[in-house]
């Protein structure tokens, strides 16, 4: 795999997260407006994200958004490994460390 196919796959994997990422809180802040255009906020009280509201299908885009440079990552640490380019697998898996730390941590 030379260093132009792995751009374009690179860059083809943070076009496609993006778009799904967009596509999925296009649809659920759609569904959500469909379903709570019309009500009149009530700030007094808390109320957690429902199954039914949409909410769940935009933070299911906010996870993808989230997911797509990290799955980037993951790409290049195997591309890089698969190539036997030692300094950029280490490189590459140092940030997927600092990333998966900064997610769960």
């Given at each position: 795999?030379?260093?132009?196919?792995?751009?374009?796959i690179?860059g083809?994997?943070?076009?496609?997260?993006?778009?799904?990422?967009?596509?999925?809180?296009?649809?659920?802040?759609?569904?959500?407006?469909?379903?709570?255009?019309?009500d009149?906020?009530?700030?007094?009280?808390?109320?957690g994200?429902?199954?039914?509201?949409?909410?769940?299908?935009?933070?299911?885009g906010?996870l993808?958004?989230?997911?797509?440079?990290?799955?980037?990552v993951?790409?290049?640490?195997?591309?890089?490994?698969?190539?036997?380019?030692?300094?950029?697998?280490?490189?590459?898996?140092?940030?997927l460390?600092?990333?998966?730390?900064?997610?769960?941590?």
């Amino acid at each position: 795999m030379n260093d132009s196919r792995l751009e374009l796959i690179m860059g083809r994997l943070l076009q496609t997260g993006v778009l799904a990422a967009g596509l999925v809180m296009l649809v659920g802040g759609i569904y959500y407006l469909v379903l709570h255009g019309a009500d009149t906020p009530n700030y007094r009280n808390f109320h957690g994200v429902t199954q039914q509201s949409g909410e769940t299908v935009l933070w299911g885009g906010v996870l993808l958004m989230i997911a797509t440079p990290f799955m980037r990552v993951v790409f290049a640490v195997v591309a890089f490994a698969m190539q036997r380019d030692r300094l950029y697998t280490g490189v590459s898996l140092v940030v997927l460390v600092l990333l998966a730390y900064a997610l769960l941590g």
